[in-house]
T-cell receptor, first 112, second 112 residues
Framework: TGVTQSPTHLIKTRGQQVTLSCSPI?????VSWYQQTPGQGLQFLFE???????NKGNFPGRFSGRQFSNSRSEMNVSTLELGDSALYLC????????????FGEGSRLTVL | GESVGLHLPTLSVQEGDNSIINCAYS??????FIWYKQESGKGPQFIID?????DKRQGQRVTVLLNKTVKHLSLQIAATQPGDSAVYFC???????????FGTGTSLTVIP
């Protein structure tokens, strides 16, 4: 099976928080998160490997994530803003040296 | 910062013709590149990758060419089919980092 993300769609209001989940391909230990918007394209949020955040993009501290021992990952966005409306994509990679990034179908977040 | 761009935002081709999608990158430290296809409402799908020690790689109906001298990447699709209609992204990774940088995408439309 491929990368699985949940929920697929969700609607929140400003000020709320949201948690998105990602299950990587079996055996993949690296999980990356990206935000995709029409104007900005795919923007890197963070990457985890073996429960450690190895790299972080230029997003405010309201965006956070974590990875569990089974490689599953979650990302959280607190104090939601209208501009956080986007498709949030999770991708997994098989090796420690990041390559062959495989994406899930994404979680479509709408902030009202 | 990293700049990964595409020469044309849209491309229309006749069914059966060959398609060429171009991408420019700016960082000479980039050592690994991936092409993705994204259909409407779906996550990016891995098409083909190439390492910087290669200048050409072929897959099924697709060929990626890498010109490190001018920092240019291209994706060639042979005998383009209606199912190839999608947005195509290139992405690069720097050997020092654990993230990919994505281009803004080229929308390919195949005319029956």
């Amino acid at each position: 099976t491929g990368v699985t993300q949940s929920p697929t769609h969700l609607i929140k209001t400003r000020g709320q928080q949201v948690t998105l989940s990602c299950s990587p391909i079996s055996g993949h230990r690296s999980v990356s998160w990206y935000q995709q918007t029409p104007g900005q394209g795919l923007q890197f949020l963070f990457e985890y490997f073996s429960e450690t955040q190895r790299n972080k993009g230029n997003f405010p501290g309201r965006f956070s994530g974590r990875q569990f021992s089974n490689s599953r990952s979650e990302m959280n966005v607190s104090t939601l803003e209208l501009g956080d409306s986007a498709l949030y994509l999770c991708a997994s990679s098989p090796s420690g040296g990041l390559r062959e990034l495989f994406f899930g179908e994404g979680s479509r977040l709408t902030v009202l | 910062g990293e700049s990964v761009g595409l020469h044309l935002p849209t491309l229309s081709v006749q069914e059966g013709d060959n398609s060429i999608i171009n991408c420019a990158y700016s960082n000479s430290a980039s050592d690994y590149f991936i092409w993705y296809k994204q259909e409407s409402g779906k996550g990016p799908q891995f098409i083909i990758d190439i390492r910087s020690n290669m200048d050409k790689r072929q897959g099924q109906r697709v060929t990626v060419l890498l010109n490190k001298t001018v920092k240019h990447l291209s994706l060639q699709i042979a005998a383009t089919q209606p199912g190839d209609s999608a947005v195509y992204f290139c992405a690069d990774r720097q050997w020092t980092g654990n993230q990919f940088y994505f281009g803004t995408g080229t929308s390919l439309t195949v005319i029956p």
